[in-house]
T-cell receptor
Framework: TQLLEQSPQFLSIQEGENLTVYCNSSSVFSSLQWYRQEPGEGPVLLVTVVTGGEVKKLKRLTFQFGDARKDSSLHITAAQPGDTGLYLCAGRHGGSTLGRLYFGRGTQLTVWP | KAGVTQTPRYLIKTRGQQVTLSCSPISGHRSVSWYQQTPGQGLQFLFEYFSETQRNKGNFPGRFSGRQFSNSRSEMNVSTLELGDSALYLC??????????????FGQGTRLTVV
């Protein structure tokens, strides 16, 4: 059973379209991180959100942490082929499990030129 | 600042053998955690070491073990390899000392194939 549920699992869109990826849980997280991973490589950290209701923008990417710190979303505006990759959300509970990240299954995004 | 370095990048082993993977964290980072990534299960947490002590452990059998050295470098060992152990093994490092310092940075991974 995954602690974090990501949706959709697959997304195939044309260049220029907008998209949103969701990451949901019944658990409260002290922080949540988003990563992008290319085939055969390790995940690359995009952003960390720690405060309920927090919104962070990274160029065309907008990340939001839910008010209750149980869910998050990633919105990409005007997607480009270079955005193609596996997007992963990962949460931390803090306390005794501080060093552990709980990952969602990921969203495989393909952006066609 | 150098990133997280994992060696080797690729390994092919036979069932029943054992394997040791290495991870050098970012300088100054004391927490090293290990994950197994497979297409079917995604990223699964193996264990985490902080200042040479195992601080967290996932639900993997005892064939999976690890350790951390005084310079924060970490190794993980898998004994009696099974076909199902074929995966990308990822190491992540972070400062790890308090909640504000938990951003995790991953290495490129070691691709283990068991035949």
């Amino acid at each position: 059973t995954q602690l974090l549920e990501q949706s959709p699992q697959f997304l195939s869109i044309q260049e220029g379209e907008n998209l949103t990826v969701y990451c949901n849980s019944s658990s409260v997280f002290s922080s949540l991180q988003w990563y992008r991973q290319e085939p055969g490589e390790g995940p690359v950290l995009l952003v960390t959100v720690v405060t309920g209701g927090e919104v962070k923008k990274l160029k065309r990417l907008t990340f939001q942490f839910g008010d209750a710190r149980k869910d998050s979303s990633l919105h990409i505006t005007a997607a480009q082929p270079g955005d193609t990759g596996l997007y992963l959300c990962a949460g931390r509970h803090g306390g005794s499990t501080l060093g552990r990240l709980y990952f969602g299954r990921g969203t495989q995004l393909t952006v066609w030129p | 600042k150098a990133g997280v370095t994992q060696t080797p990048r690729y390994l092919i082993k036979t069932r029943g053998q054992q394997v040791t993977l290495s991870c050098s964290p970012i300088s100054g980072h004391r927490s090293v955690s290990w994950y197994q990534q497979t297409p079917g299960q995604g990223l699964q947490f193996l264990f985490e070491y902080f200042s040479e002590t195992q601080r967290n452990k996932g639900n993997f059998p005892g064939r999976f073990s690890g350790r951390q050295f005084s310079n924060s470098r970490s190794e993980m060992n898998v004994s009696t390899l099974e076909l199902g152990d074929s995966a990308l093994y990822l190491c992540a490092s972070s400062l790890g000392d308090r909640e504000l310092n938990t951003e995790a940075f991953f290495g490129q991974g070691t691709r283990l194939t068991v035949v």
